[in-house]
């Protein structure tokens, strides 16, 4: 038998109470053992639920369990979390977790300590919610040098954004019916303003890449700055505004990752992708592009990821950890500046400069253009300086 505590019974814990007790005996068989929920740790009385009897509100409890295996954190943040997460390794738990803050700010260590231990650390539900692409990365496509990994990674800005795209809602608005669904985080500035992309493309290519990637080290940009002008102007351009998370290997072995909304062609199959759902593409030398999709937030999407993990943890249990990756350092990145795209600028004025598509009407208060030629940021404002244009918003396309 595997026993499993739970620590924090909000969206995501209680979404993994509720899918180890549904579907227990499938879960049992495919772990080869009996999954039994034994505690739930949370600060508050949680009564009427199934789960009575099993609610504690001291971790020692579960640190000092002799017979207790896996720890599912579900907290959040990389206070607490962090504290509890070292403790339970320290004392010889698998833990498996959704929280992409904690895995992008302190994985590495965090997994060096599970491999001292002989446990396992897992996060698949870190990323994506409740698409396998951790484990894909890591298993499925390990025979391939990656060189890019490009996807949408926030199902709250994608909802937002489709919203905005499909039927000209506020922005407002369509906050408010991410956070109804359970979809934004508990600040919505982790969303609309790509800390959270920002934490899941760290996760993605420090496991594709080997070494971490710290939150720190990508330049972030969200979507506050985005109007209906844009949405209505990429369309002009047959595009659509996504939030894009990108990590680009150069042949050095350097990464540059960065988190910013693109105007995506929509021959592009990300383009395509509405409302909560993410896609993430890898692309590999053996394998070319290859994409994942899926509900990339919510309660049981994420809870089934989780409880994946928990299969997993069961099934390895006393085998050492199945991820890893090595520190990283500043001499693991490499800048922006280097990457050569098309520019959609919008600027106060009238005149775009020559040989740019204008997307904007002749009387528009802004002069909205695409930039021929792809370019880097540094040719790109050398180009605007001579031109005399200033610009007010810039996004890259994604060709
Ligand atoms: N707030 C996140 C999102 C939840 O909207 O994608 C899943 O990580």
Redesign the pocket.
Known sequence: MINVAILGFGTVGSGVAEVIEKNNAHISEKAATQINLKYILDVKEVPGTPFDGKFIHDFSIIESDPELNVVVETIGGAKVAYEYTKRALAAGKSVVT?N?ELVATHGCELLRLAREKGVNYLFEA?VG?GIPILHPINSCLAGNQISEIVGI?????N?ILTRMIREGATFEAALSE?QANG???RNPA??VEGP?ACR?ICILSSLAFGRHIYPEQVPTEGITRITLEDVSCAAKAGCKVKLLGRAIARADGKICAYVAPHLVPVENPLSSVEG?F?AITVVGDAIGDVMFYGQ??GKLP?ASAVVADVIDAAKNWNQGTIMSWDEGGADTVYSTDELSSRWYVRAVGTVAPSGAQKLSAPEAENVVFLTEDAMTRPALDALLQQAGVTPAFLMRVLD
């Open positions: 959704s992409k870190s919610g990674l926030n199902g709250t800005t909802y991410a979809y934004a985080e982790a969303d959270d899941k909560v993410n990339g937030a994420t």
